[in-house]
């Protein structure tokens, strides 16, 4: 099993910036692939970002490449999320996820564990 619990969402203007985390725990947690997802009630849940367990092989959807980095810290147990040139169409609620085994990194049934979301607004 792995848990997983997302922090620093929020509210900023467009243009700017937040940096997500998610905190990882469980005895897989640390081997296991890790990515965002982003939901809002018009719109099923879709891909943002994915890094490997190790941290050297990440994959972005097109619509964040450029403006988003992924991150992840094993020591300290911790996914991020950098978010940087925010859009007003980034707002949506942020879900971490790890996977026990991806074939695909942007495929959302692939990954076994989810975080509950945190809020991201971006005001134009």
């Known amino acids: 099993q792995v848990q997983l619990e997302e922090s620093g969402g929020g509210w900023v203007q467009a243009g700017g910036s937040l940096r997500l985390s998610c905190a990882f725990s469980?005895?897989?947690?640390?081997?296991?692939?890790m990515g965002w997802f982003r939901q809002t009630p018009e719109k099923e849940r879709e891909f943002v970002a994915a890094?490997?367990?190790?941290?050297?092989?990440?994959y972005y959807a097109d619509s964040v490449k450029g403006r988003f980095t992924i991150s992840r810290d094993n020591a300290k147990n911790t996914m991020y999320l950098q978010m940087n040139s925010l859009k007003p169409e980034d707002t949506a609620v942020y879900y971490c996820?790890?996977?026990?085994?991806?074939?695909?990194?942007?495929?959302?049934?692939?990954?076994?564990?989810w975080g509950q979301g945190t809020q991201v607004t971006v005001s134009s």
């Open positions: 996820a790890a996977s026990r085994g991806l074939s695909s990194w942007s495929e959302r049934l692939d990954y076994d564990f």
């Open positions: 469980g005895r897989t947690a640390s081997s296991s692939a």
């Open positions: 890094i490997d367990w190790s941290g050297s092989s990440t």
